[in-house]
């Protein structure tokens, strides 16, 4: 079955960064595209970024553009998200996910950034 392992979280200071690992299996990983999304208390989840299937492009949400960088090993069945300038907006559980695959999430990995 498919399984996505997030990792990487924290707790980290303003303008800090983290890099954020998950790691995908029970499917062909370098046919799919893959995304980060994240979600704050009281909030909706929210689309972050996304990568496609060769790791060629990439597209980012508003907040977080010149921020984060999202990459992919296909070798290692891993994608993964770069989070430089951090600032509290960013606190919420990260989570990643196949491209049209919404009923598959893992357990999401907290990202704290104090003030």
């Known amino acids: 079955q498919v399984q996505l392992v997030e990792s990487g979280g924290g707790l980290v200071q303003l303008g800090g960064s983290l890099r954020l690992s998950c790691a995908a299996s029970?499917?062909?990983?370098?046919?799919?595209?893959m995304r980060w999304y994240r979600q704050a208390p009281g909030k909706e989840r929210e689309l972050v970024a996304s990568i496609t299937n060769s790791g060629g492009s990439a597209n980012y949400a508003d907040s977080v553009k010149g921020r984060f960088t999202i990459s992919r090993d296909n070798a290692k069945n891993t994608v993964y998200l770069q989070m430089n300038s951090l600032n509290p907006e960013d606190t919420a559980v990260y989570y990643c996910?196949?491209?049209?695959?919404?009923?598959?999430w893992g357990q999401g990995t907290q990202v704290t950034v104090s003030s």
């Open positions: 996910n196949v491209y049209k695959m919404y009923d598959y």
């Open positions: 029970g499917f062909t990983f370098r046919y799919y595209p």
